[in-house]
């Protein structure tokens, strides 16, 4: 009958608004206004949260005996739960990476900012 397991296709867009252009145009037009300033232009973007403890990780490496791990991730388990925030500086072509343990809102996210800046950003 012509059946057969299908996925979907992400292939149909929605209207968007006319202005969306806009504001690519705009940051595209501050970031080159900073550039030639030489002030740093950062990407920020946070990560999966990971659970802190003894846990299996995708991660291998060399040694004489497996590492013993828990069978489950329970977060019961946990010492605590790790956020990593990846900060990207364009001009210099770095990344650096916060790592907080605090909830995920942006007041950690500009914590984040924070101490890259104290740490990095204000010595270039």
Same mark, same amino acid.
């Given at each position: 009958?012509g059946?057969? @397991?299908?996925?979907n296709?992400?292939?149909?867009?929605?209207d968007? =608004?006319?202005?969306?252009?806009?504001?690519?145009?705009?940051? $595209?037009?501050?970031?080159? +206004?900073?550039?030639?300033?030489?002030?740093? &232009? &950062? #990407? *920020?973007? /946070?990560?999966?949260?990971e659970?802190?403890?003894?846990?299996?990780?995708?991660?291998? +490496?060399?040694? @004489? #005996?497996? +590492? @013993?791990?828990?069978?489950?991730?329970f977060? #019961?388990?946990? /010492?605590? *739960?790790? &956020?990593?925030? %990846? &900060?990207?500086? @364009?001009?210099?072509?770095?990344g650096?990476? *916060? *790592? $907080?343990?605090?909830?995920?809102? =942006?007041?950690?996210?500009?914590?984040?900012?924070?101490?890259?800046?104290?740490?990095?950003g =204000? %010595?270039?």
């Amino acid at each position: 009958m012509g059946y057969s @397991l299908r996925l979907n296709h992400k292939k149909l867009s929605t209207d968007c =608004s006319p202005d969306r252009n806009d504001q690519f145009l705009y940051l $595209g037009d501050l970031r080159h +206004r900073f550039q030639r300033r030489g002030l740093p &232009i &950062i #990407s *920020v973007d /946070t990560k999966k949260r990971e659970l802190v403890g003894n846990f299996k990780n995708p991660g291998s +490496r060399w040694d @004489l #005996s497996p +590492r @013993l791990v828990n069978d489950h991730d329970f977060r #019961s388990d946990t /010492t605590g *739960v790790a &956020i990593p925030y %990846g &900060i990207y500086d @364009l001009l210099a072509n770095r990344g650096s990476v *916060v *790592v $907080g343990v605090s909830h995920d809102t =942006s007041a950690f996210a500009a914590r984040a900012i924070a101490h890259w800046w104290r740490q990095e950003g =204000s %010595g270039r």
